[in-house]
């Protein structure tokens, strides 16, 4: 009997297809966790805006419901500059908080260790 010439050269192919796959198919370590500064500086600027825009928009529809122009467009865009900054602070806390929890993990305890004495 003959042995197909191509199959090991097949076998070979079907071996680096599926390594391919297995390696497609994991997540590389880290992924999602990091923010660049970049994307974190207009997720910030975005959560401002956000806040100032859905402001004026319901001053403005207040504004128009009841008749009285600048009252409730001043107010609710005061109150949507505020709950910007808000949100912006608590997006700030979090990166932070996951930036010490990383360098805790990633074996930086005795840095956090070392900077949490000096402050006492």
Known sequence: MEKDPFSERLKRLEDRI????SAQSTPPSGAGAKYTQ????WRMVIELVVGMLLGLAIGMGLDSLFGTRPVFLVLFALLGFAAGVRTMMRTASEVRDKRA????LDGGAAEADRNGSQGE
């Open 18 to 21: 599926e390594a391919a796959k």
């Open 38 to 41: 970049g994307s974190l500086a």
């Open 101 to 104: 929890e990383g360098a805790l």
